[in-house]
C-alpha cells in the first residue's frame, strides 16, 4: 500500500484496527501536556499476520520519511520483527531476546527497535499483584503466547524478585508453531520457574487448563481475542480458581473473557484488571523513545489524568447515545 510523504513530525500507530483506539484521540492531548505541539499521531492498519513484504514497506517507509519520527507497534510484534529486522540500524537487548519489536525510533539518522512489553507490563502488574504474591502457591496461565506473554514470563521470573516468583507458569495457544517458538525463547531465561506448553485450539481447551490450577493463580487474556477479534479463549462454562488475579490484557473490544471473570468475582473471590494501566504504560514508554524525552512519575500521573478524564467524557457520551436510542424506540 502506498505510503504519503509527511510534511510534519508524524507518529505512527501499527495495529490492525487502529481508528478505534482511545490513543488516536488521546495523544494530541497529550502531545500538549508535553509540549510536543507539532506532532501527530496516524494508524497504520494491517491484516493479522501480514505478509513479510507489507511489514518490510511500512518500516522502510519509516525509515526513509523524514518526518515520521517513529511507531508503536501492537499485534504485529513478533511478525514484523522476523519480516524487517535487517532494515533496523541497532536491536534493543529484549527485542533480540524476544525476537520481537514495540517501539520503532530514530536517533542521529539510525532506524531504532526496541521491544518495551518486559517494563510496561512489569509496571501494569506491580500495579495490581500483591507483594508477596507467590508465597501462596498460585500458577500462572497465559494464555496466547505472543509478545505479552513472553514479557510478562519475563517479568514474573526475573532474578532480582528471589523467591517471589511462581513456581509454574502455563502457556496455551492455538498453534503450535507459535507454541514452539515462545518455548524457544523463554528456555533462554536462567530461573527455577517451571514452564508448560499447550495446544489449545479450541475454548473449551482452555477450559480444562484452567480447571487444573491452584487457588490464588493469575489467568491472563493475552490472545487479543475480545479487541482486534470478537470472542473469549474460554467458555462460559470455564471456571476461575478461588481468589486468584485475572488479567484481561484489552481495554477495548467486546472484552468478553472481562466479562466472563466479572461475572465470577464475588463468589470466586477474584481481583479482576482490565488493560487500561498496561495500554498507559505501553504508550508512554514508546513515547520516550521517539521523542527523545523522560516521563517521570508526576508526568506520568498528569498524563493518566488526562487519559482518565478522556474516557469519563466517552462513557458520558455512550450513556447518552443509548438514552437517546431508548427514548426513540418508545
Known amino acids: 500500500m502506498p505510503y504519503e ?10 495495529g490492525v484496527t487502529t481508528g478505534s483506539s482511545s490513543i488516536m484521540k488521546l495523544f494530541p492531548l497529550w502531545a500538549e501536556a508535553l509540549g510536543l505541539t507539532d506532532a501527530r499521531i496516524k494508524g497504520m492498519d494491517l491484516p ?20 515520521s519520527l ?24 529484549y527485542a533480540l531476546q524476544f525476537e520481537e519489536l514495540s517501539s520503532i525510533s530514530k536517533q542521529d539518522g539510525r532506524l531504532l527497535g526496541a521491544a518495551k512489553d518486559p517494563i510496561s507490563s512489569g ?64 528456555g533462554r531465561l536462567e530461573t527455577k520457574t517451571r514452564f508448560e506448553y499447550r495446544l489449545c485450539p479450541e475454548p473449551r ?39 486468584s488475579l ?18 465470577q468475582r464475588e ?5 479482576v484488571e482490565d488493560g487500561w494501566i498496561y495500554f498507559l504504560h505501553g504508550w508512554t514508554q514508546v513515547i520516550q523513545d521517539v521523542f527523545q524525552i ?3 512519575k508526576p508526568t506520568f500521573r498528569r498524563l493518566e489524568q488526562i487519559a482518565l478524564e478522556l474516557q469519563r467524557q466517552g462513557q458520558q457520551q455512550q450513556g447518552q447515545e443509548r438514552q437517546g436510542q431508548q427514548q426513540q424506540g418508545r
Open 5 to 14: 510523504p509527511n510534511d510534519r513530525p508524524t507518529f505512527y500507530f501499527i
Open 48 to 67: 493479522i499476520h501480514a505478509s513479510p513484504e507489507l511489514y518490510r514497506e511500512a518500516v522502510g517507509f519509516l525509515k526513509n520519511d523524514p518526518n
Open 70 to 93: 517513529g511507531a508503536l507497534v501492537t499485534t504485529h510484534k513478533i511478525d514484523l520483527f522476523h519480516a524487517a529486522r535487517d532494515l533496523f540500524d541497532e536491536l534493543d537487548p
Open 123 to 186: 509496571l501494569a502488574m506491580e500495579a495490581f499483584i500483591p507483594q508477596n504474591h507467590w508465597a501462596r502457591g498460585g500458577d500462572v496461565f497465559l494464555m496466547g503466547a505472543g509478545g505479552s506473554a513472553l514479557a510478562i514470563s519475563s517479568y514474573l521470573t526475573r532474578p532480582e524478585h528471589g523467591d517471589n516468583i511462581p513456581s509454574r507458569i502455563v502457556i496455551s495457544n492455538r498453534s503450535q508453531a507459535r507454541l514452539d517458538s515462545a518455548k524457544e525463547l523463554l
Open 205 to 243: 481447551d482452555n477450559d480444562a487448563v484452567l480447571a487444573g490450577l491452584p487457588e490464588h493463580s493469575l489467568v491472563v487474556n493475552a490472545t487479543g481475542l475480545g479487541k482486534d477479534r470478537p470472542g473469549s479463549p474460554l467458555t462460559d462454562a470455564a471456571v476461575f480458581p478461588a481468589g
Open 246 to 263: 485475572v488479567w484481561e490484557l484489552n481495554y477495548r473490544g467486546d472484552l468478553l473473557f472481562l466479562r466472563q471473570a466479572e461475572a
Open 267 to 271: 463468589e470466586r473471590g477474584l481481583r
Open 294 to 296: 523522560h516521563i517521570d
